[in-house]
Structure formats: C-alpha cells, structure tokens
C-alpha cells in the first residue's frame, strides 16, 4: 500500500493480532480498558513481555466499536513524522471495509 507520492505503508503495521487461543485472561484489565472509551486516548505502558500487545488484542476483538492499531518498535523512534501516513492509511482502511477493526 502506498500513501502519498513517496511513503511506503508497511501494512503489517496496522492489524492487530488475533487473541490466541490459550491466553491467561485479565477481566480486570479489560474492564479497565472499556471504562476508558469515554477519554481521548488510552495509553498502555509496560516493560517488554508483561502482555500489553495481548491485553489490548483481547480487548479489541471484543469491542463493539472500531479499533486502530499501530505497532511501533524502536525502529520507528526515527521515524516519527511516518506516524500520520500511518493513522490515515488505517482510517482509509476502516472506510473501506477491508477489516472489522483497524489493524
């Protein structure tokens, strides 16, 4: 996918992955992630491996409302200013009905 003249998308990017099978659920957590809908954003913070990608994957796929999601990684500290190509290509993606939450 190509966003712009120049900027390649990186579609991997901006689907979330499917919640696996055998997972250690955390209600409480999701709870907690529901009660936030009604703010902005919603940032989830933690060290490497303690489940974010897990928790908010779990969360999403059981969300009634649309979901975007972008995976960052210490490679794209440098690239900061792709983060808009990004945004607007997973809305186009919403809008054109490719997935039920976007990636």
């Known amino acids: 996918m190509m966003v712009g003249m120049s900027s390649p998308i990186l579609a991997t990017k901006l689907f979330a992955p499917q919640p696996r099978a055998q997972l250690v659920h955390r209600p409480r957590l999701i709870d907690r ?7 902005r954003l919603t ?3 933690a060290p490497a491996g303690f489940g974010k ?5 779990e969360w999403a796929a ?3 409302r649309p979901v975007a999601w972008l995976s ?3 490679t794209d500290a440098t690239g900061l200013l792709a983060i808009p190509f990004y945004l607007l290509a997973g809305i186009r993606l919403y809008r054109l009905g490719r997935s039920s939450s976007v990636g």
């Open 53 to 57: 990608t897990t928790l908010v994957s």
């Open 72 to 74: 960052l990684d210490e």
């Open 43 to 45: 940032l989830v913070s």
């Open 33 to 39: 992630m529901s009660a936030s809908l009604p703010l």
């Open 62 to 64: 059981g969300s009634e």
